[in-house]
């Protein structure tokens, strides 16, 4: 089993910055490609920013310019650099982690419990 346990989210102001965090702990072959989604209320959850573990990133239209994402595999831990926030980025963002937990097994996605990120005045 993968544990994504993530931090970082707030109460920020439009204009401010957050870095969030989700980090990886559990026994597991190897994580692959991970990611941030976010949902807002009344919305479908959608991604934010993707990671391979070669570090390959790619961005959500909405996200590009503002957001970035990194991860330190010594560490089992992403990272999302969110600056010029706005309002409209107001949603719980969850932590995504495609993994293997044997070198024989399927990848499956894990996910962690979310963590509040508010963009307000």
């Known amino acids: 089993q993968v544990q994504l346990v993530e931090s970082g989210g707030g109460l920020v102001q439009p204009g401010g910055s957050l870095r969030l965090s989700c980090a990886a702990s559990g026994k597991f072959f190897s994580i692959n490609t991970m990611a941030w989604y976010r949902q807002a209320p009344g919305n479908r959850r959608e991604a934010v920013a993707t990671?391979?573990?070669?570090?390959?990133?790619d961005y959500a239209d909405s996200a590009k310019g503002r957001f970035t994402i990194s991860r330190d595999n010594a560490k089992n831990t992403m990272y999302l650099q969110m600056n010029s926030l706005k309002p409209e980025d107001t949603a719980v963002y969850y932590c995504?982690?495609?993994?293997?937990?044997?070198?024989?097994?399927?990848?499956?996605?894990?996910w962690g419990q979310g963590t509040q990120v508010t963009v307000s005045s």
């Open positions: 990671i391979t573990d070669r570090g390959a990133t």
């Open positions: 995504n982690a495609r993994a293997r937990r044997y070198s024989v097994s399927p990848s499956q996605d894990y």
